[in-house]
C-alpha cells in the first residue's frame, strides 16, 4: 500500500522568511511519480511539479524549489522569500506507473500561513 | 470556459433530498475524478472513469451514485445522505488513468447534510 505523510500540519511565517514543506512516502513500487498540489482558499489543487522515481535531480522554478531524496524516500518543498500569496495548503502526493498508475495518494497536507 | 468546472459551488441539502454535483472539463481529457475532502480526513479518491466506464470504485457508500455521460461530464448523484458526508467535493481529469500525468481540479462544491 501507499503511504504519503506531511508531518507539518502548520507553518507560520513572516513575509521573506523561507519555509520547507516536509513530504516522507512509502511505496513498494519501482517506478512511481511523486506530486506536489497547491490548494488556495478558492479551493481548486493546482498543480505544481511532478518528479519521477528515476530522476532525484533537485529542481527549481522561481521562488520554488524540490529536493528529491530517494535514500530517505523524502520529497520536500521549499518556497524562499515566501510572499502573502503564497499562503495556502499544500499536498504531498504519490501515484503508481502504468495504466492504471493514476491512483494519486494525497499526505495530509501542510497550511502555510505567510505573514505581511 | 476554461479548466475543470463544478456546480454549484455550495449545496445545503437535508438527509432525505436527492441533489447532483456536475463538473465539467474543457481540456480534452480522456480521465475524471471524484474526491472527498473532510476536515479529519486526507483527500480521498471515490471514483475514476476512463473513457466515460468506471474502473475504480474506492469502497463508496451506494448512497453515491456516479454518472459519466461523455468525456467530458462527470455527475455525482446524492441521496439519503448522512451529516458525516458533509465535505468539500472535488473534480479532477488527466489525460489519461497513467500514473505520469498530473490531475487538474475543479474548485469544488462545498456540501452541507442538515
Known amino acids: 500500500a501507499q503511504k504519503v505523510t506531511q508531518a507539518q500540519t502548520e507553518i507560520s511565517v513572516v513575509e521573506k522568511e523561507d519555509v520547507t514543506l516536509d513530504c516522507v512516502y512509502e511505496?513498494?513500487?519501482?517506478?512511481?511519480?511523486l506530486f506536489w498540489y497547491k490548494q488556495p482558499p478558492s479551493g481548486e489543487l493546482v498543480f505544481l511539479i511532478r518528479?519521477?522515481?528515476?530522476?532525484?535531480q533537485n529542481e527549481i522554478s522561481g521562488r520554488y524549489s524540490w529536493n528529491f531524496q530517494k535514500s530517505t524516500s523524502s520529497f520536500n518543498f521549499t518556497i524562499t522569500a515566501s510572499q502573502v500569496v503564497d499562503s495556502a495548503v499544500y499536498f504531498c502526493a504519490l501515484s503508481g506507473a502504468g495504466a492504471a498508475g493514476n491512483k494519486l495518494t494525497f499526505g495530509g497536507g501542510t497550511r502555510v500561513l505567510v505573514k505581511p | 470556459e476554461t479548466g475543470v468546472t463544478q456546480t454549484p459551488r455550495h449545496l445545503v441539502m437535508g438527509m432525505t433530498n436527492k441533489k447532483s454535483l456536475k463538473c465539467e472539463q474543457h481540456l480534452g481529457h480522456n480521465a475524471m475524478y471524484w474526491y472527498k475532502q473532510s476536515a479529519k480526513k486526507p483527500l480521498e479518491l471515490m471514483f475514476v472513469?476512463?473513457?466515460?466506464?468506471?474502473?475504480e470504485n474506492n469502497s463508496v457508500p451506494s448512497r453515491f451514485s456516479p454518472e459519466c455521460p461523455n468525456s467530458s461530464h462527470l455527475f455525482l448523484h446524492l441521496h439519503t445522505l448522512q451529516p458525516e458526508d458533509s465535505a468539500l467535493y472535488l473534480c479532477?481529469?488527466?489525460?489519461?488513468?497513467?500514473?505520469?500525468?498530473?490531475?487538474?481540479f475543479g474548485p469544488g462544491t462545498r456540501l452541507t447534510v442538515t
Open positions: 479532477a481529469s488527466s489525460p489519461s488513468r497513467e500514473g505520469y500525468y498530473e490531475q487538474y
Open positions: 518528479r519521477n522515481s528515476f530522476d532525484e
Open positions: 511505496t513498494r513500487d519501482t517506478t512511481y511519480y
Open positions: 472513469y476512463s473513457l466515460e466506464e468506471r474502473v
